[in-house]
């Protein structure tokens, strides 16, 4: 069965903390997104990446930068976490230039205190 | 540029009542793709379906139909016989083909309840 894992379910950290988000996928994606999802608002996009090492910002990257040191792992870094950052994470990977169908995780809720 | 709009904040249906979910969109691009997911409480998205720009064709799965209409640029999203396992949020999606599926956006969703 494809899966997208999330590291945590639920996170609490506090203002100024240094804050990582993991994701794997074990599809084998060229892609790899991060979304933020907010009561209202929907889903909006963060960064993605298109390859190991290559990374391009979404529509709301203020705040937030990534990694991805190998095909399977995408990190979302939040530098220093504010309360405004409190939201709930979505990880997400699929096929390269193909307009396909996109793969999620089951989201980290993190709260910032 | 692209925008997805869903109307409707929340539903709340009786079990086996039929039950639309709106969703109306915008785009310059001629090739783009729309998309239908559902959020169960668990929170991952689950893909339901997929159409192209070219494809107006209506679509049925099981109790689930789809009806897209360029003309009114809405890809609308039926549920006949509602069940209580379908109560969830539902998102829809749209991704220009300029973009290469790098950016796609989603409606800010409806929340379905199903009540037994």
């Known amino acids: 069965d494809v899966k997208v894992t999330q590291s945590s379910r639920y996170l609490v950290k506090r203002t100024g903390e240094k804050v990582f988000l993991e994701c794997v996928q074990d599809m084998d994606h060229e892609n790899m997104f991060w979304y933020r999802q907010d009561p209202g608002l929907g889903l909006r996009l963060i960064y993605f990446?298109?390859?190991?090492?290559?990374?391009e910002k979404g529509d709301i990257p203020e705040g937030y930068s990534v990694s991805r040191e190998k095909k399977e792992r995408f990190s979302l870094i939040l530098e220093s976490a504010s309360t405004n950052q409190t939201s709930m994470y979505l990880c997400?990977?699929?096929?390269?230039?193909?307009?396909?169908?996109?793969?999620f995780g089951s989201g980290t809720q993190l709260s910032v205190l | 540029a692209q925008k997805v709009t869903q109307a409707q904040t929340e539903i709340s249906v009786v079990e086996k009542e039929d039950v639309t979910l709106d969703c109306v969109y915008e785009t310059r691009d001629t090739t783009y793709y729309l998309f239908w997911y559902k959020q169960p409480p668990s929170g991952e998205l689950v893909f339901l379906i997929r159409?192209?720009?070219?494809?107006?064709q209506n679509e049925i799965s099981g109790r689930y139909s789809w009806n897209f209409q360029k003309s009114t640029s809405s890809f609308n999203f039926t549920i006949t016989a509602s069940q209580v396992v379908d109560s969830a949020v539902y998102f829809c999606?749209?991704?220009?083909?300029?973009?290469?599926?790098?950016?796609?956006?989603f409606g800010a969703g409806t929340r379905l309840f199903v009540k037994a």
């Open positions: 990446s298109y390859d190991v090492k290559m990374k």
């Open positions: 159409r192209n720009s070219f494809d107006e």
């Open positions: 997400a990977s699929g096929l390269t230039g193909t307009n396909e169908k996109l793969f």
């Open positions: 999606a749209l991704s220009e083909a300029r973009t290469g599926g790098f950016k796609t956006i």
